[in-house]
């Protein structure tokens, strides 16, 4: 069975520009989340799907974020326009449920922004 | 606040050794999950082992442990029998559930090297 997976691995970018990240969770797991982590600071979670609806999207930055998940399956991660701050690790998770469920992470996006 | 704080930054051990990891966190919830992360060098993070916080018996993954003081609010991970694979980023993490979506709050990690 294949694991989380994301696209791209690494992704350098100029201030103002845009850029998509993609993830796509284990087959069959209802709930996606993405988290972010900063040089230096805690993993940071920004949102929660379940299946396409937004479940939570407490901890987006800001409105350059976009996320969305048509269909159920994969997510789109977009950051428009890119700013410094927005510079670190990316990482996108899936569950089969909810609460105290194991979160299945994937590689992570290496974001950095010039 | 609802935290995490790893308070090692790095820790080492030698292998076949025994190492602890601290990790305290606060909140007022009553019923909750603690979990501990690992991310090896430039690979995905996997699950080492989850507590739930109504049970008074710590978790056991085969050579890792937990001891789970929930008066103290401290899940500290013990890691027997040390091998040069456990060495890794170690993320302590809680379930934040709200409104029915449950989040991981995490600490900031701790580094561990395994000398051979």
């Known amino acids: 069975e294949a694991g989380v997976t994301q696209f791209p691995s690494h992704s350098v970018i100029e201030k103002g520009q845009t850029v998509t990240l993609r993830c796509d969770p284990i087959?069959?797991?209802?709930?996606l989340y993405w988290y972010r982590r900063v040089m230096g600071k805690e993993i940071k979670f920004l949102l929660h799907?379940?299946?396409?609806?937004?479940?939570?999207e407490s901890g987006m930055p800001n409105n350059r974020f976009l996320a969305e998940r048509t269909g159920g399956t994969y997510s789109t991660l977009k950051v428009q326009p890119a700013e410094l701050e927005d510079s670190g690790v990316y990482f996108c998770?899936?569950?089969?449920?909810?609460?105290?469920?194991?979160?299945?992470f994937g590689p992570g996006t290496r974001l950095l922004v010039l | 606040a609802q935290t995490v704080t790893q308070s090692q930054p790095e820790m080492s051990v030698q292998e076949a050794e025994t190492v602890t990891l601290s990790c305290t966190y606060d909140?007022?919830?009553?019923?909750?999950?603690l979990f501990w992360y690992k991310q090896p060098p430039s690979r995905q993070m996997i699950l080492v082992i989850r507590?739930?916080?109504?049970?008074?018996q710590n978790a056991t993954e085969n050579r890792f442990s937990v001891n789970f003081q929930k008066a103290a609010k401290s899940f500290s991970l013990k890691i027997s029998d040390s091998q040069l694979g456990d060495a890794a980023m170690y993320f302590c993490?809680?379930?934040?559930?709200?409104?029915?979506?449950?989040?991981?709050?995490f600490g900031k990690g701790t580094k561990l090297t395994v000398n051979p």
């Open positions: 993490a809680w379930g934040l559930t709200q409104g029915g979506s449950e989040k991981l709050v």
């Open positions: 799907f379940v299946k396409e609806s937004k479940q939570d």
């Open positions: 087959s069959g797991h209802d709930n």
């Open positions: 507590q739930e916080a109504y049970k008074q």
């Open positions: 998770a899936s569950s089969v449920d909810q609460v105290g469920e194991t979160q299945y």
């Open positions: 909140t007022s919830e009553s019923d909750y999950y």
